[in-house]
């Protein structure tokens, strides 16, 4: 079956450091998809990309889909306290199964 | 907004007991799901309902079984409760099969004793 590789499993930074998390999967991907959870709490939406090569942002947060749609990457400029938490990718392959495969995250942890 | 409500937030349950984990979703979603998370393992798809009284068996549905019987809601039965089935349990829900993002219930963190 599919298999999504994420890394690094857990990233500490100082507060104003840039961060960057790696989503991998062993097959071509139809979409991918970021969430974030915050601790204590649960899984929320951040993005979806679909196109080869696509870059998205959202304000600090930078997300990249690689041109041969099997890997992906979320980068986050000058993080803030507020961007503690785990992130998560979610692939979907272009054969098979539509349910997406989470990757196991990557937890951030900011130091103000 | 999208609402999952999960129908407990805590709960503590005794070895070989039987077990039901309740998941509704207010926004007429065709799929729903039912995940466990562990620390380093991410999320692990249980199993998947794409309508009502339809199911398939996600990576690891050992131990547990599901019910549908209306839309919009999916129930996590674990037939009898082991202490490695200690974990939080997410219950999603999309809209359609693909490229629809997943909204998740607040979880439940069971404890097996």
């Known amino acids: 079956g599919q298999q999504v590789m994420q890394i690094p499993q857990y990233q500490h930074v100082q507060e104003g450091e840039d961060f960057t998390t790696y989503c991998n999967s062993s097959?071509?991907?139809?979409?991918i998809q970021w969430y974030k959870q915050r601790p204590g709490g649960h899984p929320v939406f951040l993005i979806q990309l679909v196109k080869s090569g696509e870059v998205k942002k959202q304000k600090r947060l930078t997300f990249q889909f690689g041109e041969a749609k099997k890997n992906s990457s979320l980068h986050i400029t000058a993080t803030q306290t507020t961007d503690v938490g785990t992130y998560f990718c979610a692939a979907t392959s272009s054969g098979g199964s539509y349910i997406p495969t989470f990757g196991r995250g990557t937890s951030l942890i900011v130091h103000p | 907004d999208v609402k999952v409500t999960q129908s407990s937030r805590y709960l503590v349950k005794r070895t070989g007991e039987k077990v039901f984990l309740e998941c509704v979703q207010d926004m007429d979603h065709e799929n729903m799901f039912w995940y466990r998370q562990d620390p380093g393992l991410g999320l692990r798809l249980i199993y998947f309902?794409?309508?009502?009284?339809?199911?398939e068996k996600g990576d690891i549905p050992e131990g547990y079984s599901v019910s549908r019987e209306k839309k919009e809601r999916f129930s996590l039965i674990l037939e009898s409760a082991s202490t490695n089935q200690t974990s939080m349990y997410l219950c999603?829900?999309?809209?359609?099969?693909?490229?629809?993002?997943?909204?998740f219930g607040q979880g439940t963190r069971l404890t097996v004793v």
């Open positions: 999603a829900s999309s809209l359609y099969s693909r490229d629809t993002e997943a909204f």
């Open positions: 097959t071509t991907l139809s979409n």
């Open positions: 309902s794409y309508d009502v009284k339809m199911k």
